[in-house]
């Protein structure tokens, strides 16, 4: 068994490589890689140590990245890189992009929105909010929701709940608090191309986790035309055997490749397992075969 999706304390997981590598160890999984969301830190790290005292298998060279696409943000996984060439896109595109940072312009940009429907809310710098973790999103519907008179001057689905806000309201062009986060993140088109230029192949991740797609094989269908991008994560967490087999099945008939992962957190997703994800997970080594090489990182 595999696992290619698993994060460190690198991004947003709690573990670090070596608490990692004895887990993936615990599971007997043949491969890993870990994918920390815009950081291959964690890979320079395994340089620095003797990976063998640790974890017997191999270890592929990945990170998650996010894009925009659509409106939207979606994340891409791109595996086999080489990770010193690779690094230089990095830090052009995302080392000054940190949740901090990103999440202050957001909730700067609902507030200037906000003024333009006489919408009553304190002062944007007295909001006490931990911008290290907290979402600038959520941290505005919050201030909205705290006064009110502003339930009566906006429309009832947005005051209902947070999901409406987010969906209809933040991610829809049309409507009166779009975020544009064209700026934030490049294309696939982009980053797939920067992926094979690094020797790797680039994965759509967990697309049934995109809730607002409604037709996913459609929606696959067009980003491989807009991007010529590799493959889809075929097996996930949270998916049902029916999703995975009908990705399966669209990968095969397409000739896309196939990858999977738990998406290990740590315990910031309790519940997920390496290699097992929310216990029955089992993705097979084969999937690999069509396109994987070997760069592995050995120790020094």
Known sequence: MIDLHIHTNNSDGTENVIEVLKRAEEQNLSYISITDHESINGHYELREIN??????????????LKNYYKDRVIDILAYNIDIDKFNEYLDKNY???????????????????????DLTLDPIDTIEWDKDKDWGSVVFYNELKKHPEN????????????????????????NMFF?????????????VCEVHKAGGVAFLAHVHEYKWVDNKIEYIKQLVKDSNIDGIECYYSNFTEEQTEELLKYCKENNLYTSGGTDFHGTKRPGVEIGIGKGNLKIPEEIINDWYKERIVEPV
């Open 95 to 117: 080392k000054d992009k940190t949740h901090r940072a990103l999440e202050e312009k957001n909730l700067r940009h609902f507030y200037k929105q906000a003024k333009g429907y």
């Open 179 to 191: 975020l544009d986060k064209k700026d934030d993140y490049p294309s696939p088109a982009q980053t």
């Open 151 to 174: 339930e009566a001057k906006v429309p009832a689905d947005l005051w209902e709940c947070f999901a409406n806000f987010k969906k209809d309201y933040v991610y829809n062009r049309n």
């Open 51 to 64: 990976i063998k005292d640790y974890y017997s298998g191999k270890i592929i060279p990945g990170v998650e």
